[in-house]
């Protein structure tokens, strides 16, 4: 089962505030925590695309191959099917 964390939460559980986790977070990985995350997911549903797994878009946390979808083409510029054929082509050279 996975948890999910709220920077609220995690401000009020060490004693800061809403902001201040964020603002060390930004600091310490030059990103928003959801912008982090949504990268962290595109990489994991890429490396999965690439070793040919199936529902990838659960695997990394997202509700629907649509989400997934979506959210991939915004990051890479292609489709994931798309983007996998191309990856299979540039690694196996004719």
């Known amino acids: 089962m996975r948890t999910r ?6 401000g009020r559980r ?3 505030s809403r902001s201040a986790p964020h603002e060390r977070f930004v ?3 030059g990103l928003p925590p959801m912008q982090y995350l949504t990268h962290w997911r595109i990489q994991c549903g890429a490396r999965l695309l ?4 199936a529902d990838v878009a659960v695997q990394v946390g997202y509700e629907s191959e649509a989400a997934f979808a979506r959210a991939f083409r915004r990051a890479t510029g292609l489709p994931p099917e ?4 191309q ?3 540039t690694s196996h050279p004719p």
């Open 14 to 16: 060490v004693g800061l």
């Open 27 to 29: 600091a310490f990985t």
């Open 87 to 89: 990856q299979a082509s």
């Open 5 to 10: 964390r709220t920077l609220e939460e995690l």
């Open 50 to 53: 690439r070793e040919g797994s």
């Open 82 to 85: 798309t983007w996998r054929r």
